[in-house]
């Protein structure tokens, strides 16, 4: 896993405060912010993530319901919504950062609860504070 993934999954998993993360965000290129929102769209995809997943993360997210990205990711058909929310303006990618850690979150700790609760090999769930707690706290 390389280093971004480590980060955007222990955001997803509250290892590292949301602020912190939003913080990196917004200090990291518009190209680099597209990678990223990629990434986690791709990561929400793998965990499995579904449009009923949408309201919880946008409580988890702080953002209003009636913000551009909560309002797709409540809409169904998901990967074509994530794929919209990816390539939203510039001036909408902090809440779309912000939604799809916290769809991140709410699809892993499903699937980490249904499929790996007696333990398993993936590398983002042997994530934690007793890894690198300077990474942690970056």
Known sequence: MDERA????????????????????????????????????????????????????????????????AVLITRGQLPGQLTKIINLPLDERVKAFRLLVALLGVADKRRRARLCADGCTHAWHQLGPDADTDAATA
């Not at 990678?35 to 309201?55: H, K, M, N, W, Y």
């Open 6 to 69: 480590v980060r955007l999954n222990e955001l997803a998993q509250e290892l590292r405060p949301l602020g912190r993360g939003v913080e990196w965000f917004e200090g990291i290129s518009a190209d680099e912010q597209f990678e990223v929102l990629r990434d986690l769209s791709g990561f929400c995809i793998q965990a499995r993530a579904t449009a009923e997943d949408g309201p919880e993360s946008v409580r988890l997210a702080g953002i209003r319901p009636t913000h551009t990205p």
